[in-house]
């Protein structure tokens, strides 16, 4: 109960509905629901600098956005 979660949308897709297969040249998922390594290794540096935000209570700025889970 409670919390944030780190919202990753855009580190795969350009818009709501348009999340394309390769991004900056790299192959993004191996098959329908995993990501490939290299594409996992890449977002080695945005997770932790996300991770680090939270660790300080930063829940926005340019580079994430840590949003509070829904009530419902």
């Not at 795969?12 to 329908?32: A, K, N, W």
């Not at 991770?51 to 509070?68: I, K, Q």
Request: proline fraction near 8%; include cysteine.
């Amino acid at each position: 109960v409670g919390g944030y979660y780190i919202n990753t949308l855009w580190w795969f897709c350009s818009s709501q509905s348009i999340c394309p297969p390769t991004v900056s040249g790299f192959l993004v998922y191996r098959d329908d629901n995993h990501l490939t390594a290299t594409f996992a290794g890449l977002l080695s540096a945005p997770v932790g600098d996300a991770l680090d935000l939270a660790m300080r209570g930063v829940t926005a700025t340019n580079s994430a956005v840590l949003v509070p889970p829904d009530p419902s």
